[in-house]
């Protein structure tokens, strides 16, 4: 079909005909029309095939949305001074100097906190140690490994690990044990692999990438055993927040958007309507302070062993916020943070919020965490009639900022709607898909 369209279409060129000119339109049509339908074919026999896999769905979607992720290398980078560089070893440097000091300078300009970051932390009434973990859960964890994640800086594939588990599982677990009671953990395995990943914006601006650390395969085995330990003692005592939904067990993105939609719609059933802050503080991961989180982890009741194990991870290179929350309801996946209140009137919520977010800008002063006030954004929710009559506008202020008020958010990526319909979400993925 695509030779005759292209013979067609010389032909017509040639002769200037016009009966020539509408047989190649014709035949352009018929084959674009064909190529659509072989895509959506195409498209829908992949979706089939990836049976529930999100990992492969995704990169079917990806791929049909054209947002496959690029390998492409940065050309060249933009200095402080402006002038401009493409030579690597000079680009890897400023990546470097950027990404080592963007989150001090950020504390750094910070006014001096003015309460205590741990008062909002219960007193221990119990003590977490450390467990000698065994051989056969070393051995476990090494089974699980997947062979296709990336390597550390020490080029030790996951895949090697894996098939020499029952081998090296004895020397690695006298390895790991040592760690935990000495309180120590190996320099090298700290070391990581920064990859920068562009977010978006101009390619030449160093601030417009994200570093990416891979460490050792080791050192994530190791994590994962502290980890479950950790996981363990916190949930034993409900130290855990039930408004977390990051990196939990029988938790998600998909929990946590699920339970701000069945609280709106039923605010809805009450003919309430819901106003929602969206929180965005800035370089979240990147500013947490050391020192105030292992004073958080001894008031829970971590003990010297544990917190010098904590200390020795975080050197050289815990989520009490639900506690400072009066009004609101609150939902968190990691650092992704919703506030949001339900009333008769727009005027209640508006006063819930903004008193709420302003115990929250003085929770993240002392935590010396900072809030992004420009992609802090505010949200209306109701019916449709409620909406109309409550006038569909909202001031939410913390007393110095006044938050942007938008008529849909992408929370988790799931794009919300002022009536919840699902309208905006779903016209998200069709402007991309071409099928």
């Known amino acids: 079909m695509m030779g005759r369209r292209d013979a067609a279409r010389r032909k017509a060129i040639k002769t200037k005909d016009v009966k020539d000119w509408e047989i190649y339109r014709s035949l352009r049509n018929q084959t674009t029309s064909m190529i659509k339908k072989e895509k959506k074919t195409h498209f829908a026999e992949a979706v089939s095939e990836a049976k529930g896999d999100q990992s492969l769905m995704w ?54 906190p003015q309460g205590n970051p741990l008062r909002h932390i219960p007193e221990p009434t119990r003590t977490f140690s450390f467990e000698s973990v065994d051989e056969s859960t070393v051995l476990n964890e090494l089974q699980r490994l997947k062979t296709k994640k990336a390597t550390g800086l020490d080029k ?13 599982v004895k020397p690695l677990t006298h390895i790991f044990n040592l760690s935990l009671a000495t309180g120590q953990v190996p320099t090298d395995w700290k070391e990581a692999q920064i990859s920068p990943i562009h977010k978006s914006g101009n390619r030449a601006n160093v ?27 916190l949930t034993r005592h409900d130290l855990l927040t039930t408004h977390q ?17 069945e609280d709106i719609k039923s605010a809805f059933n009450c003919s309430k309507v819901t106003v929602a802050l969206f929180l965005d503080l800035r370089k979240a991961f990147d500013t947490v302070n050391n020192d105030i989180l292992l ?96 006038g569909g506008t909202v001031n939410i202020t ?35 898909l071409v099928v």
């Open 245 to 261: 939904s990051g990196f939990r067990r029988h938790h998600s993105t998909a929990t946590a958007v699920q339970k701000i939609v």
């Open 207 to 233: 601030a417009n990438y994200r570093p990416v650390s891979v460490l050792s395969v080791m050192s994530k085995v190791m994590e994962k055993l502290v980890g479950n330990q950790v996981t363990r003692f």
């Open 59 to 112: 990169k079917i979607i990806n791929a049909f949305t054209g947002k496959s992720k690029s390998k492409s290398q940065v050309q060249n980078l933009v200095r402080p001074d402006n002038t401009s560089t493409s030579n690597p070893s000079e680009m890897a440097q400023e990546f470097n100097d950027y990404f080592s000091t963007c989150a001090s300078k950020l504390t750094d300009g910070m006014t001096a």
């Open 295 to 390: 004073g958080k982890l001894k008031k829970l009741g971590f003990d010297t062993d544990v917190t010098n194990w904590f200390e020795s991870y975080l050197a050289d290179r815990f989520n009490d916020l639900p506690n400072v929350i009066r009004n609101c309801s609150i939902q968190m996946y990691a650092d992704d943070t919703v506030l949001y209140f339900s009333a008769s009137t727009v005027k209640d919520c508006e006063e819930a919020v903004s008193s709420d977010v302003r115990r929250v800008v003085d929770w993240l002063n002392e935590n010396k965490l900072l809030l992004h006030p420009d992609k802090t954004k505010s949200m209306l929710f109701g019916l449709p009639q409620k909406l109309r009559y409550a």
């Open 398 to 432: 913390d007393g110095v900022n006044v938050y942007e008020q938008v008529s849909s958010f992408t929370y988790l990526g799931i794009t919300l709607d002022p009536s919840l319909r699902w309208m905006a979400h779903g016209k998200s993925p069709q402007k991309s």
């Open 156 to 168: 030790i594939p996951s895949k090697l690990l894996k098939d020499s588990a029952p081998v090296i």
